[in-house]
């Protein structure tokens, strides 16, 4: 079974700019939930999204946003981006089966944003 | 809210030796708790989580962990390194039973380096 894939994989972009980040959760899995790595502040969680619908967000400003399709492959987007905003973007996906939580995230590879 | 620290930020070791990697977590609700792996330019890999149960818990590749309540804790070990076992490695913790959807509460991350 293919695992998770996150497109693009490297990208540049400058301030003011947005920027829209693709995820292909594994066959199967309806729960797709992103973070943001950085050297400074670690792993954190951006937000989760479950059939179509955004049901958990972290403490990131507006600019962050997200959708998840019917297919449940989900983007992310981030608007007027700041050089603060470089980091590497995880998206995960898992299957939602065990009823109050505990279930394993498959991570996919990341995109890694330069903001220049 | 949940915490995770991670007392050490980086763990020389020899080929051969054991390893333990300390993770303490700070949560007023039950939590499940996770140890996750990454290599270089790679996404996350699961090694092992604890849900319920036997506080001893046996993932992938020769690492184990234990859950210990008392002392909320949930460090990660292994008799017997190798130098493909060099990596950064993330303990994390989720509400258990609750809504936090899809939210992985990870800590700062180990460099575990294996030397030959």
């Known amino acids: 079974k293919a695992g998770v894939t996150q497109t693009p994989r490297y990208l540049i972009k400058t301030r003011g700019q947005q920027v829209t980040l693709s995820c292909s959760p594994i066959?199967?899995?309806?729960?797709v939930s992103w973070y943001q790595q950085t050297p400074g502040q670690g792993l954190q969680f951006l937000f989760e999204?479950?059939?179509?619908?955004?049901?958990n967000k972290g403490n990131f400003p507006g600019r962050f946003s997200g959708r998840q399709f019917s297919n449940s492959r989900s983007e992310m987007n981030v608007s007027t981006l700041e050089l603060g905003d470089s980091a590497l973007y995880l998206c995960?996906?898992?299957?939602?089966?065990?009823?109050?939580?505990?279930?394993?995230?498959?991570f996919g590879p990341g995109t890694r944003l330069l903001v220049l | 809210a949940q915490s995770v620290t991670q007392l050490d930020s980086q763990v020389p070791v020899f080929e051969e030796a054991p390893v333990e990697l300390r993770c303490n977590y700070s949560?007023?609700?039950?939590?499940?708790l996770f140890w996750y792996v990454q290599y270089p330019n790679q996404g996350l890999q699961l090694l092992l989580k604890?849900?319920?149960?036997?506080?001893l818990v046996k993932g992938i590749n020769g690492f184990e962990a234990e859950f210990n309540k008392s002392q909320t804790s949930f460090h990660l070990r292994k008799p017997s390194v190798h130098i493909s076992d060099t990596a950064e490695y993330f303990c994390?913790?989720?509400?258990?039973?609750?809504?936090?959807?899809?939210?992985?509460?990870f800590g700062q991350g180990t460099i575990l380096t294996v030397h030959p």
């Open positions: 999204y479950f059939s179509e619908t955004q049901r």
């Open positions: 604890y849900l319920s149960g036997s506080t």
């Open positions: 995960a996906s898992s299957l939602e089966v065990i009823p109050g939580g505990g279930e394993t995230q498959y």
């Open positions: 949560s007023s609700v039950s939590v499940y």
């Open positions: 994390a913790v989720s509400e258990a039973g609750g809504t936090s959807y899809g939210k992985l509460t």
């Open positions: 066959s199967g899995h309806r729960s």
